[in-house]
């Protein structure tokens, strides 16, 4: 596609549930990133892809949040047991290369914990 | 965590004046962007500066950095209502054991340009 496609938009869930989020990145594009904003604040990274691997994951705040990128492209990003406090917009972003190279970035997913 | 720190949180300009915000930053870094978020969500990127350029220019837009002070100013001349935004600086924090970089973002800078 011509951009960083994130779905859903919005994602309204009841607190321990379960909840996917989806990045379909560039085409091409080696290197996939999540981060997770709340109001005010600047992106918070959560981890980096280099194709398949993750190549770094020490922004995952817990065991509850997992994300995989099994054909090296579409990652989806896992949360279990849903708290009010991951309440936020998840932004995906990918760049051709990675490492801090130039990323196009989703329209993120608003993410409420009711 | 969050590498970066802009000043000042919020600015407030006249169109036509020129606005400057600062980003200071940890540990030493190979490349520092500066992004740009509207009030929806998506950040777009704005210019890449490498850790051996000084200063660099993108149109209406000027970045400098200085690695001995860790820090980096993007001044935009000419300012906008169109560039009512949140800026943001973006790092890198060295190499992790497996020889990756991650990319860390400041807090930000809210600026309002008043037509």
């Known amino acids: 596609g011509a951009g960083v496609s994130q779905t859903p938009s919005n994602k309204v869930t009841e607190k321990g549930k379960y909840v996917e989020l989806r990045c379909d990145p560039i085409s091409g594009h080696t290197a996939l990133y999540w981060y997770r904003q709340s109001l005010g604040q600047g992106p918070e990274f959560l981890i980096y892809f280099q194709g398949t691997g993750a190549a770094d994951d020490s922004g995952l705040p817990n065991d509850r949040f997992f994300a995989v990128r099994p054909e090296g492209s579409v990652s989806t990003l896992k949360i279990q047991r849903t708290e009010r406090g991951d309440s936020a917009v998840y932004l995906c972003?990918?760049?051709?290369?990675?490492?801090?190279?130039?990323?196009?970035f989703g329209q993120g997913t608003r993410l409420t914990v009711v | 965590s969050q590498q970066g720190e802009e000043d000042p949180q919020a600015l407030s300009i006249q169109e036509g004046e020129n606005a400057t915000m600062n980003c200071s930053y940890k540990t030493s870094i190979n490349n520092l962007q500066w992004y740009r978020q509207n009030s929806g969500r998506g950040l777009v990127h704005l210019i890449l500066?490498?850790?051996?350029?000084r200063e660099k220019h993108s149109g209406r837009l000027r970045v400098t950095l200085d690695t001995s002070k860790k820090s980096s100013s993007l001044l935009i001349t000419a300012s906008r209502a169109a560039d009512t935004a949140s800026y943001f600086c973006?790092?890198?924090?060295?190499?992790?054991?497996?020889?990756?970089?991650?990319?860390?973002f400041g807090t930000g800078t809210k600026l309002q340009v008043i037509p």
């Open positions: 973006a790092t890198d924090e060295g190499r992790n054991s497996g020889g990756y970089q991650k990319v860390t």
């Open positions: 972003a990918s760049s051709r290369y990675g490492g801090n190279t130039e990323a196009f």
């Open positions: 500066i490498r850790s051996n350029e």
